[in-house]
Antibody, heavy 122, light 108 residues
Framework: QVQLQESGPGLVKPSQTLSLTCTVS??????????WSWIRQPAGKGLEWIGR???????NYNPSLKSRVTISVDTSKNQFSLKLSSVTAADTAVYYC??????????????WGQGTLVTVSS | SYELTQPPSVSVSPGQTARITCSGD??????AYWYQQKPGQAPVLVIY???ERPSGIPERFSGSSSGTTVTLTISGVQAEDEADYYC???????????FGGGTKLTVL
């Protein structure tokens, strides 16, 4: 059973880069056919798909965020990471890491972290 | 960019059937997924590949697809089913994912 845990600063200044890490337990991040994803949710609003990285290392990003987003994997630490540059108050949200296997379809997410609140403010 | 459209709210009495729709032009080409989210919790996958149910999800949850619309059906709604429900799919090329705006299910 895969378990995910987000970590990173809860407060980021405007124009800086938001950096979050998701630690994977209960399985190897480099084994099997997994998609490792990031999703966010502003307070009181809906879910927004940010992007994902496949076990092979290939990535897909939300077109509206693509110019500012980088998702990467650190196999030695069994972690994957999100970097979002040039943040503004509009990037304030709960950020979730999530994963899915090809069994549930290429975009299904059957494992989620608990989420971490990131506030963008000076 | 691509969008999925859900009704903002649906209300049903206990024991009745709730139907939540999700519309999108690429749904005939891409699978749909449904998530249940209760306040303060992470979403939970309740339907994948249009109509498949993950283990541990009650049988009263089912999904169907017809053209550009997919539907989540909850039969015999219980009080514990009160939550926000989100559909998810991908653009027609399968390049990026997208969520619907969410539907708040109220059990009267």
């Amino acid at each position: 059973q895969v378990q995910l845990q987000e970590s990173g600063p809860g407060l980021v200044k405007p124009s800086q880069t938001l950096s979050l890490t998701c630690t994977v337990s209960g399985g190897s991040i480099s084994s099997g056919s997994y998609y490792w994803s990031w999703i966010r949710q502003p307070a009181g609003k809906g879910l927004e798909w940010i992007g994902r990285i496949y076990t092979s290392g290939s990535t897909n990003y939300n077109p509206s965020l693509k110019s500012r987003v980088t998702i990467s994997v650190d196999t030695s630490k069994n972690q994957f990471s999100l970097k979002l540059s040039s943040v503004t108050a509009a990037d304030t949200a709960v950020y979730y890491c999530a994963s899915g296997t090809t069994t549930v379809g290429s975009f299904g997410l059957d494992y989620w972290g608990q989420g971490t609140l990131v506030t963008v403010s000076s | 960019s691509y969008e999925l459209t859900q009704p903002p709210s649906v209300s049903v009495s206990p024991g009745q059937t709730a139907r939540i729709t999700c519309s999108g032009d690429a749904l005939p080409k891409q699978y749909a997924y449904w998530y249940q989210q209760k306040p303060g919790q992470a979403p939970v996958l309740v339907i994948y590949k249009d109509s498949e149910r993950p283990s541990g999800i009650p049988e009263r949850f089912s999904g169907s697809s017809s053209g550009t619309t997919v539907t989540l059906t909850i039969s015999g709604v219980q009080a514990e089913d009160e939550a926000d429900y989100y559909c998810q799919s991908a653009d027609s090329s399968g390049t990026y994912g997208v969520f619907g705006g969410g539907t708040k299910l109220t059990v009267l």
